[in-house]
């Protein structure tokens, strides 16, 4: 089992900042991929940024240039770094993780998510 805790959420004025950020852990051979996803009231729920063990990075063309995901990968955790909010930015934020539990196991986990809430 791996298990993610997610932090960082809030509530925050348009244009504000927020960091999000979301440790896994439990019995963990490797870590592939890890990112955020988000969903807002009656929406799907929309990758937001990925980012991979080498460090190659994916974004919503919602969020560019004002999101930055980056990953500590000794500590297992990836960082969502929100800047110049929009209240369209407002939503449950997930975080995942895909990888492997051993040589032959693969995983996919969810975080519980955490609100995100920008007022205008």
């Known amino acids: 089992q791996v298990q993610l805790v997610e932090s960082g959420g809030g509530l925050v004025q348009t244009g504000g900042s927020l960091r999000l950020s979301c440790a896994a852990s439990?019995?963990?051979?490797?870590?592939?991929?890890m990112g955020w996803y988000r969903q807002a009231p009656g929406k799907q729920r929309e990758l937001v940024a990925a980012?991979?063990?080498?460090?190659?990075?994916n974004y919503a063309d919602s969020v560019k240039g004002r999101f930055a995901i980056s990953r500590d990968n000794a500590k297992n955790t990836v960082y969502l770094q929100m800047s110049c909010l929009k209240p369209e930015d407002t939503a449950v934020y997930y975080c995942?993780?895909?990888?492997?539990?051993?040589?032959?196991?693969?995983?996919?986990?969810w975080g519980q998510g955490t609100q995100v809430t920008v007022s205008s």
């Open positions: 995942y993780a895909e990888g492997r539990l051993s040589i032959h196991r693969d995983f996919g986990s």
């Open positions: 980012i991979t063990s080498g460090s190659s990075t």
């Open positions: 439990g019995s963990i051979f490797s870590i592939n991929a």
